[in-house]
C-alpha cells in the first residue's frame, strides 16, 4: 500500500513562522511608533518655527511682537499643519513673546512625554533635561 504525503506544511512549521513573524513585530511595531511620534514633534517644531519667522518680521513694521496669531500673523487656525498640536502666543511686549505648542486632546500626542514645547525670542526653552532632548530628538 503507497502512502500518500501532502504538499502542505506541518503545525511545527507553522508554528515556526509564527513565531518568526512575533519576533519581527516585536522589533518593528515600537521602531514604526517612534517615527511616527517623532514626525509629529517635527509638526510642532515646524509651526513654532514659522511663528518665531512671522514675529520677526511683524516687530520689524511694528513697535511690540504680535499678540494674536490668527488677526496680525494671518494664520488660518490655531492648530499646527498637521492638526497635532495647538499653537499659543503669550508674555508679549515690545521685546519679548512666547510660543507654546500644546499637544491637542484626544491624539497620541497628548501621551508624549514631551509634552508641550516652548519657544521665546531667545530661542527654544530646553530648561530641563527632558526638553533638551526632545528638541534633539529630531
Keep these: 500500500m503507497k502512502q500518500s504525503h501532502g504538499n502542505g506544511f506541518t503545525l511545527i512549521e507553522m508554528v515556526t513562522v509564527i513565531a518568526i513573524i512575533g519576533i519581527l513585530a516585536s522589533f518593528a511595531i515600537p521602531t514604526y511608533n517612534n517615527h511616527i511620534q517623532s514626525s509629529r514633534r517635527t509638526d510642532a517644531m515646524t509651526a513654532l518655527l514659522s511663528v518665531q519667522s512671522d514675529q520677526t518680521m511683524w516687530r520689524a513694521n511694528n ?7 490668527i488677526g496680525d500673523l494671518g494664520w488660518g487656525s490655531t492648530d499646527t499643519p498637521e492638526g497635532f498640536y495647538t499653537i499659543s502666543l503669550s508674555n508679549i511686549s515690545a521685546t ?4 507654546t505648542a500644546t499637544p491637542k486632546t484626544g491624539t497620541s500626542q497628548e501621551n508624549d512625554t514631551c509634552g508641550s514645547y516652548i519657544l521665546t525670542q531667545d530661542g527654544p526653552d530646553i530648561s530641563t ?8 530628538k529630531n
Design 96 to 99: 519679548t513673546y512666547t510660543i
Design 63 to 69: 513697535v511690540s511682537y504680535a499678540t494674536n496669531l
Design 129 to 136: 533635561s527632558n526638553k533638551k532632548l526632545c528638541w534633539k
